[in-house]
């Protein structure tokens, strides 16, 4: 069954046109001059009008609230969700999707197969096209829904719908030659398989992009993730250094020729790939502004940025000794710790420690996918003591104190017995090094 929404008012702006009106949290907007809204862009195109007659529900009462505004004056709310009828589901059957990798009893929200084109250009999520209708799609043009986060793996049709083991994904190409041709841009991403979509097909995809000129805003790049909980999916091969340098050649020249252009980088390869080869990141200024973060795309570059932009206040020394724990990812570990190493606090011992990934497998290594169970397991393994644990913010739900494996943080720290603390990027790690004794919760 589909799970329902409803237009639900979060939060009211103090002062705002919605509160002189009484409008409060936990409002349901029934109609907007007469007409029902299924997301926030027919919301949003709604309230837009200088008369608006809002129909609100709270518990059972109905009543009436009429506004006469500037065009496109803010009334002053905010929505509970961005759509209020359902979440469209991927109907894809990817042969590394990540979903299909997941244990049983995890948070349920981690297994929603997101595929909705209202959520890509609401909230940037990355969708396949494969389950839009004739309508979506004129939807799209006619309120010009730009950009788009689209999936697209490979312009190579045949092999799309090998991939994704879904017919409809086939004509990809010119599904984006559609959208372009009626100025919608987009943003595209590549999830590399090696064996499918890499060599000269990646080249290949990347041309392609590159033929719809300024339309596509950039690629982003990324390796397929392999959990050992994938014995009922297809086999596939990680990426390797050799598979890693080869995409960061092939990649190169189209990066290039865009910053010749003035464009931009406009592919953006995901920070393992620079690690696994071996290879140096590339410099701030390529990652542009690093609009692709969300994908793991220059992170490290960025974390490193911020760690030496950091203007707080610094001290000497510690009036006794403190020893530290940081847990973080295996691959991420001897780049914290060579930075967590330009410190020198007399009395201050910090060791990095990188957690193997048991409970998804040895084949993830970022530290976005920590569980508690994991780092628990290396804790109770250290053969030294410490004052206390720093663990890295991206391994609990955004918003959330609880880790992947449903696992709260007051939890999390019962079991450790030492203070622990969050850190959610370089400035963080920074201030609780220098200030471990004033950061205490």
Known sequence: MKNRLKPV????????????????P????????????????????????????????NGDALRDCYFQKRFGEDLGITMESAV??????????????????????????????????????????????????????????????SPLHISVHTTNGALRSRMMRQERTADILKELQNLAAHDIDMYCQIVLVPGYNDGEEFTKTLRDFASLGDHVLGVAVVPLGMTRFRQDCEPLNPVTEACAKDIIERAKPFIM??????RGSFVYLADEFYLKAHEALPPAAWYDGYE??????????????????????????????????????????PFIENLVNEICIANLHCQIIPVENDYFGSQINVAG??????????WRGLSQPFD?????????????????????L????????????????????????????????
């Not at 396949?128 to 939807?139: F, G, P």
């Not at 720093?390 to 709260?408: Q, S, W």
């Not at 939890?411 to 200030?435: C, M, N, T, W």
């Open 9 to 24: 008012i979060s939060k009211v702006a103090a002062g705002s046109r919605a509160a002189q009106k009484g409008l409060q």
């Open 257 to 262: 020729d865009s910053r010749e252009r003035g």
């Open 84 to 145: 209020f009828d359902h979440i469209r589901q991927c109907r894809n059957n990817c042969i590394f999707c990540f979903i299909s990798q997941m244990p049983k009893g995890m948070r349920p929200s981690l297994y929603v197969k997101d595929d909705d084109y209202r959520m890509s250009f609401l909230t940037g999520s990355f969708i396949t096209l494969s389950n839009m209708s004739e309508a979506d799609l004129k939807r799209i043009i006619q309120y010009h829904l």
């Open 292 to 333: 692709q973060i969300e994908d793991g795309i220059g992170m490290l570059r960025l974390f490193e940025e911020q760690w030496h932009q950091w203007d707080g206040m610094t001290r000497a020394t510690y009036a006794r000794k403190l020893n530290l724990a940081l847990f973080t990812g295996t691959l991420a570990a």
């Open 26 to 57: 936990g409002d349901v907007i029934v109609s907007v001059n007469g007409q029902n809204v299924s997301d926030l862009i027919d919301l949003n195109f709604a309230l837009a009008d200088e008369d608006v007659h809002l129909v609100v529900k």
């Open 388 to 408: 206390g644990l720093i663990i890295p913010g991206t391994a609990l739900r955004k918003g959330e104190n609880i880790f992947l494996d449903d696992v709260t």
């Open 369 to 378: 996918l920590l569980t508690a169970t994991d780092m628990l397991r290396t």
């Open 410 to 441: 007051a939890e999390f720290e019962k079991e450790i017995g030492v203070p622990v603390r969050v850190s959610e990027f370089a400035p963080d790690l920074k201030q609780l090094l220098y200030h471990w004794d004033e950061d205490k919760e």
